[in-house]
């Protein structure tokens, strides 16, 4: 595996994050808390593997650009700044959201986490659309 490579794994671990993501909340929902707590543990997993090969790209490797002209090219960077944005605010929502259901605090979970659920949903499916739109579909 190269650096260029790491966008494409990138990719993958944000897909394989909402994935958890997704499942960890049909988990609760059908009252099946064990395996709530291990898929959305290892959503943040994904998660934290993501950050580290992300920093690394665009730490050592060189950047691709969106190069579509016209509508595409706005709508693009509105999913960018919107996926940037909330991929900074996420971070501490997704502590203290764990931090909260570790520690049973139920009631304080269940209030953090209707935030952070979809925030953290929507910056890992953009972050797999962001990938397609500079690497795969341009």
Known sequence: MTIQDLPALNAILNACAAICMVAGVIAIRTKREKLHVRLMLTAVAFSALF?????TYHGFGESKKF??????????FVMLLTHVVLAVVVVPLVILSV?????????????IVRITFPIWLYVSVTGVLVYFSVHVWQ
């Open 51 to 55: 950050l580290v090969s992300y920093l």
């Open 67 to 76: 190069l579509v002209e016209g509508f595409w090219r706005y709508a693009y």
């Open 99 to 111: 931090v909260r259901g570790l520690k049973g605090q139920r009631e304080k979970h269940r209030k």
